[in-house]
């Protein structure tokens, strides 16, 4: 269980999404275009009336939709790799900055507590001296 948390934190992480995002993108395209491709291919393109006729030898067939279907698994490759080269620098700049300036926050408001709890300390300190010098 503890790993499904940690995965579902790193796809919560904003700073991680736009890789989950090129992932999820070229998941889709791997699973959808190869399978479309070769039933597109086994029946219309090679079928009977098709651009190429290969109806009566089924394994030829078959073997031709598979080398359609291979074909377009290289597209989506070479296309998800140029996605991921292709990424904007800018966004991730942006990303970065956004962090900085969480982490500048969150440090400004620990100094800031930090300020405030040596005032309420020096503060509480002189009341109670004050009232030692009551008594």
């Given at each position: 269980m503890s790993t499904l948390k940690a995965m579902r934190d790193m796809v919560a992480e904003p700073s991680n999404r736009p890789a989950f995002n090129l992932l999820a993108k070229g998941?889709?395209?791997?699973?959808?275009?190869?399978?479309?491709t070769y039933f597109l291919c086994f029946e219309y393109v090679f079928a009977?009336?098709?651009l190429y006729d290969l109806s009566e030898e089924f394994n030829l067939r078959i073997n031709f939709s598979g080398f359609c279907a291979l074909f377009v698994v290289q597209i989506c490759i070479g296309t998800f790799v140029l996605m991921a080269f292709q990424q904007d620098?800018?966004?991730?700049?942006?990303?970065k900055k956004a962090k900085e300036d969480t982490i500048q926050r969150l440090k400004d408001e620990r100094e800031r507590r930090?300020?405030?709890?040596?005032?309420?300390?020096?503060?509480?300190?002189?009341k109670n001296t004050e009232e030692k010098k009551d008594d």
């Open positions: 998941t889709l395209m791997m699973v959808t275009f190869p399978i479309a009977k009336g098709g620098d800018e966004q991730f700049a942006e990303e930090a300020k405030d709890k040596t005032e309420k300390e020096k503060t509480g300190g002189q």
